[in-house]
């Protein structure tokens, strides 16, 4: 740090030239990002509340009541009544205090100390974090040939050690949906923590499930789910960061609570102590501004673009890994190695993500893609082909 202050409009320059170096959302280039550019009037809501703490929640308990109306209101998407949770930092926070809660909860209640989480090969990678972080063996369950959790080998590799199984609704790499149902089954009759990643997919499933999309189900209608991930920052169009996890009893927060006296509430939950209220703020706001039919038209507008692009594809000859369920595709060129044509597609300036499971390129269609963007990018594809 320098001893003396500078003038703000030559911070702002210096800021502005190094800003000018990120990737824009706008341009649609953007290819493989789960995340987008927050709505306007949530970002506008969201400075509104940027000195608020939701850590400290007695000094700020208008704040601390909106995350009590996001949580409420995300819940009932989900078909839960009384819903328990907290606006948090992203999938990777939310899942990590869904396996804390599974943890605690059977060591508390079952006698587990040595335990074992089952997750698919599909799953995202904050689950080995949460494993490395709270002293857990992840288990996985091996995936069938449509890319989905095998439930025979589900079944296969539960023992009195597991203490939670995770599903995925939207999967990082395909955008699939797991057997959620079955698992559900499964996992209410052996009394198993049961967690659904779908920071994805669950603010887009039902409301295409509202348009008349064959899709499953994946939700606390399900008696088995004890917790869902879903992120308000992916196709909710809230700012980042805002992720949600939402759990069906409170016992589950309340096995997680630590003593925490010097504050105006008593005990916290949470993984993290200082929590900006704004991101519950700004997705309060977004969700009022919506409303169920506006992200009904955001949801199939995704899949009327998706489905463009898949049928482009087709037509040019690629080969798509599967048929999206949700406003993902995965692709590969019938006679070219996947990392070449990432790189044909990065020299023309397409910022492209390559899946592992199977190799291909990815490429997620959120609302900063427009249907211009598409016919452009299938024209670099088909003089690439």
């Not at 007695?58 to 009544?81: A, H, M, P, R």
């Not at 211009?372 to 594809?381: A, G, Q, R, S």
Request: aromatic content about 8%; proline content about 4%.
């Amino acid at each position: 740090m320098q001893d003396e202050p500078i003038d703000k409009n030559v911070i702002l320059e210096e800021l502005s030239k190094l800003h000018e170096l990120d990737c824009n959302y706008g341009d649609g280039r953007i290819l493989g990002s789960m995340c987008t550019e927050a709505h306007p009037f949530a970002k506008e809501v969201y400075c509104k509340f940027l000195d608020t703490n939701l850590g400290d929640p007695g000094l700020f308990k208008g704040t601390k009541s909106i995350e009590n109306k996001v949580i409420e209101s995300i819940g009932e998407l989900l078909s839960l009544d009384s819903a328990y949770g907290n606006i948090v930092t992203g999938g990777t926070e939310a899942n990590l205090m869904a396996i804390r809660a599974a943890r605690n909860h059977a060591r508390k209640y079952k006698g587990i100390v040595d335990g074992e989480i089952i997750i698919p090969k599909s799953a995202h990678f904050s689950f080995k974090k949460a494993a490395d972080m709270l002293n857990l063996k992840i288990v996985e369950a091996q995936l069938d040939e449509n890319y989905k959790i095998d439930v025979e080998s589900l079944k296969e590799v539960i023992s009195d050690r597991t203490v939670a199984i995770v599903a995925i609704a939207g999967t990082t790499e395909l955008g699939l949906i797991d057997p959620i149902e079955e698992i559900s089954q499964i996992a209410f009759e052996k009394n198993i923590y049961f967690h659904v990643d779908a920071a994805f997919g669950g603010f887009s499933i039902p409301f295409l499930k509202q348009r008349g999309y064959d899709l499953p189900d994946f939700d606390f209608s399900l008696l088995g789910v004890c917790s869902i991930t879903v992120d308000p920052h992916k196709m909710g169009l809230a700012p980042i960061p805002a992720g949600g996890i939402i759990f069906r009893k409170e016992e589950y927060l309340e096995v997680m609570a630590v003593d925490s006296p010097y504050l105006t509430v008593k005990t916290q939950s949470t993984i993290v102590g200082t929590r900006l209220g704004a991101s519950s703020a700004a997705t309060y706001a977004v969700m009022k501004y919506f409303g169920r039919k506006g992200y009904c038209d955001l949801a199939e507008d995704l899949m009327k673009t998706t489905r463009f692009f898949y049928d482009g594809l087709v037509e040019i000859g690629y080969d798509v890994v599967c048929e999206p369920e949700l406003n993902i595709v995965a692709f590969n060129h019938p006679d070219m190695e996947t990392n070449e044509l990432a790189q044909k597609l990065e020299k023309l300036d397409w910022k492209v993500s390559v899946a592992k499971c199977p190799k291909s390129i990815r490429v997620v269609l959120m609302n900063h893609i427009k249907m211009n963007h598409i016919k452009e990018l299938l024209e670099d594809l088909k003089e690439i082909y």
